[in-house]
Structure formats: C-alpha cells, structure tokens
C-alpha cells in the first residue's frame, strides 16, 4: 500500500471541508436517529468507496476526486485524474477500490468522456499513490459515442462479493432510447467483467455473432444503483424512469428489463409510453416500482457490521423527492418501505462507514456528507 500516513498524511489533510455540526435527532419506525453533517464544501458528490484503512475515496461530478478521514477532514483534490465531460449529468461519476486494492492499489472509475464521434460513459483503472493518480487507462468504453445530449450516463459500480466481476451500469443516453434494446450496442446495459476488465466466458451473450459479450442484462434506462444482497448474493439494480415508473430490479443473467418497449412512467409530456404497457413477454418485471417518481440514485444493503437500527434493509438515496428510502428486506422481497429524511436534501449515494454508520452523499453544489447514527 503507497498511500502516506500520520505525519505526512495530516498535512495532506490541512484543508477546509471538515464540518463540525450539532447532530440532529429523528425517529424512525424502528428506533431513534441522529444526523449531522461529516463534511461539506464539495461539488456534487457521486461516489466512492472505503480504502482498507477506513477512509472515505470520493468523487466529484466536476471532475475531482478527494480522500475524507473518519471524522470528515477532507484532502485537496487528487492529482492524475483525465479530463471528463461536466455537462448536463455528466461528469466524474462513480468510483471503487479494487477488492485487492491494500496490495494492488487499484482504483476503478467511471466517467462521461468525450471521445471521437462524440460521449460516452468509459469505465477506467489506475493506481492510488502518495502523488494521485497514476498508471490511468480506459478499460471499457460504452460505444458507441454519440453526439446529441448530455444525460443518462448510469456509471455505477459494484464488485461481486468473491472480486472476481466488475458489474457496471450504462444509461441508454436518452435522445435514442432504443439503444437499450439493441445487443450490438453497451448503452441501457448492466455489464459483466472479471476484475482485470475482460469479457467472462459465462457471459449470457458470449460467442453470439454480432453481439457484445460484457452485456449481462439490457432494457435499462438508466441505473444508477447497484448492490448486492449480502443474505442471498442476489444483485440488485435500481433505474430511474420518466415521469414515473422509476424501479427496483432483480438482475439475472440475459434478461430483458424491457426499456423503452414497456414502463409504468409516462413521457415528461404525460403522453403514454409504448401504448401504455407495462409487460409483455419475455420482459422481466421490477421487484418494485414508483409513481410517481422517487428519483432513486446509489443504493446499499446494510452490511453484517452496520449498527443494529439499519440491518436487514435496502437503502436508496433518491433525488427527488429527495430522501433515503427504507426498504425492508425478506430474501429479496421487500416487505415494507419507509422514507427518512424526506424532503431535507437531493441524496446521490448511501455508503456504510467501517463502524456501521451510515453515510449519505448530497447532490449540491456545495455537498455534504451526512452521517447518521441510532440514537
């Protein structure tokens, strides 16, 4: 590991950010909780993960990336990082630790890149140093790139619980919502590769001519959360819909989610979507969805280490209304949904901290980081 330590590491840390907030108490239908501000000053936080001694990795949808001590302090932004296309809901996106990363100290991000003939989402590898980042390449990219538009980028990450897959949320970019649908194309996607970034050979679309193999599943619109279910090893992806029909889904190898051929949304408009279907042969079915819209972004399960008051729970930050949501779990049923911290701030990502707090990110442009505590 070639990150620097105490005393060395403090004066990396010499910079505003830390927030010394007075905590706040609210109930919840299973106890008491306390919030408070860990950190602010950032610019719209997305992302990020825990290095394996308890830091906070973070990303800034501008294009910066800071490291955030247990009590809050935060760094100067890291050095080494490429340029990124901050328009519209692009930018920096998510950003992940490798499994190995106390021996390899390797970082994995995704970002909106502008590249010939246009942006796309790129997912890309580099190593964590002392100086930044160093050793940065793409490893994928979700071509093909395209001109028009600047939304719908998905971008997030999750290492399966062994670290041997990298699975990888694409959008389907908006202006050409078909995208999704089509199997020669990475946009609208969850996709599937080892840990070094190559094609698994157990892929569902592996060996087909004409078809990409890092799609595990497609007729997605666009899925910024993903997580695995630490009591069954399911995954579980969470997508944004139109006016509406924002879901919850169950991913399985080669499955068709359906996007843009069914939806319970409506167009911004209220036009109805695809006649107003909302299944169809062949198409799986969320495990939940909303109308009106929740606006879910980053989701986590409560880990076996999380405070007793948030076990057994899937948690979504969601945008707008913005808030966390509750999700009570029973295998991967949900059996009961609750909404903390409704209406207080836009929620990009809910992370749990190494002592089983739980932390939220703020989509703001001043953004925070928020922890909360049972009481």
């Avoid at 008491?32 to 308890?54: I, K, M, Q, S, Y």
Wanted: proline residues 8%; charged residues 20%.
């Amino acid at each position: 590991m070639t990150l620097p330590r105490r005393p060395l590491f403090a004066a990396l840390l010499a910079a505003p950010g830390i927030a010394h907030a007075q905590a706040e108490t609210e109930r919840s239908e299973r106890g008491a909780f306390r919030w408070r501000v860990l950190a602010a000053g950032l610019e719209n936080p997305w992302g990020g993960g825990f290095l394996p001694d308890g830091r906070l990795l973070l990303s800034e949808r501008a294009g910066r990336a800071r490291i955030m001590a247990p009590d809050g302090t935060l760094s100067p932004p890291l050095a080494g990082l490429p340029d990124v296309v901050a328009e519209g809901q692009g930018g920096l996106l998510d950003m992940q630790p490798a499994p190995d990363f106390a021996t390899t100290s390797d970082v994995f991000f995704t970002s909106a890149t502008l590249v010939e003939g246009g942006v796309l989402t790129r997912l890309s590898r580099a190593r964590l140093t002392a100086q930044g980042f160093e050793a940065v390449r793409p490893v994928l990219d979700a071509t093909p790139a395209q001109e028009r538009g600047r939304l719908h980028y998905g971008g997030r990450l999750a290492f399966s619980p062994d670290g041997a897959h990298l699975f990888l949320t694409t959008g389907e970019r908006n202006n050409s919502r078909e995208r999704a649908q089509k199997l020669n194309d990475l946009a609208g996607k969850v996709i599937r590769l080892t840990r070094q970034g190559e094609i698994p050979r157990d892929n569902p679309f592996v060996g087909q001519a004409g078809l990409r193999g890092e799609i595990f599943t497609y007729g997605h619109r666009n899925p910024q959360g993903i997580a695995f279910n630490p009591a069954t090893g399911s995954l579980f992806v969470a997508e944004f819909g139109p006016r509406g029909g924002d879901e919850l889904n169950l991913i399985q190898p080669g499955r068709n989610f359906g996007w843009p051929d069914v939806s319970y949304g409506r167009e911004y408009s209220g036009r109805q979507i695809a006649g107003g279907r909302t299944s169809g042969p062949g198409l799986t079915e969320p495990v939940r969805h909303w109308v009106p819209s929740v606006s879910p972004s980053g989701i986590n399960f409560a880990p076996a280490h999380a405070q007793p008051l948030w076990r057994g729970a899937l948690y979504i930050a969601c945008l707008n209304t913005p808030g966390l949501l509750r999700l009570q779990m029973e295998g991967d049923s949900v059996v009961a949904e609750e909404r903390l911290l409704w209406g207080r701030a836009r929620m990009r990502q809910v992370l749990f901290a190494p002592d089983g707090g739980l932390l939220l990110l703020t989509d703001e442009s001043r953004g925070r980081v928020l922890r909360l505590d049972a009481a």
